[in-house]
Nanobody, 123 residues
Framework: QVQLVESGGGLVQPGGSLRLSCAPSGRTFSRYNMGWFRQAPGKEREFVASITWSGSTTAYADSVKGRVTISRDNAKNTVFLQMNGLKPEDTANYYC????????????????WGQGTPVTVSS
């Protein structure tokens, strides 16, 4: 069974930082486009960021651009989401996902998902 396992979520004050990690088990995702999505209470899941397998191309939602950086270490089979300047509206469950497409930001194109890690931004 292929699983993506997220970690690094937690409670942080506004303006603070968190670094989320995603490590798959069961297979390597070094050739997959990896993405992060989030779902806030009462809202639909939305795209946050994605990175191609080589790391050469990244994409970000407008709401996080300039505050969030996605990266990957294929040798360690891990994807990261560095979040700075966190705001209360960033509060959500954050999901890691993998797509076999070279480049996509569409949720429907991601076939593998983790269980999510919660991020709460509050004073």
């Amino acid at each position: 069974q292929v699983q993506l396992v997220e970690s690094g979520g937690g409670l942080v004050q506004p303006g603070g930082s968190l670094r989320l990690s995603c490590a798959p088990s069961g297979r390597t995702f070094s050739r997959y486009n990896m993405g992060w999505f989030r779902q806030a209470p009462g809202k639909e899941r939305e795209f946050v960021a994605s990175i191609t397998w080589s790391g050469s191309t990244t994409a970000y939602a407008d709401s996080v651009k300039g505050r969030v950086t996605i990266s990957r270490d294929n040798a360690k089979n891990t994807v990261f989401l560095q979040m700075n300047g966190l705001k209360p509206e960033d509060t959500a469950n954050y999901y890691c996902a993998a797509s076999s497409m070279w480049y996509t930001t569409r949720e429907a194109d991601f076939g593998f998902w983790g269980q999510g890690t919660p991020v709460t931004v509050s004073s």
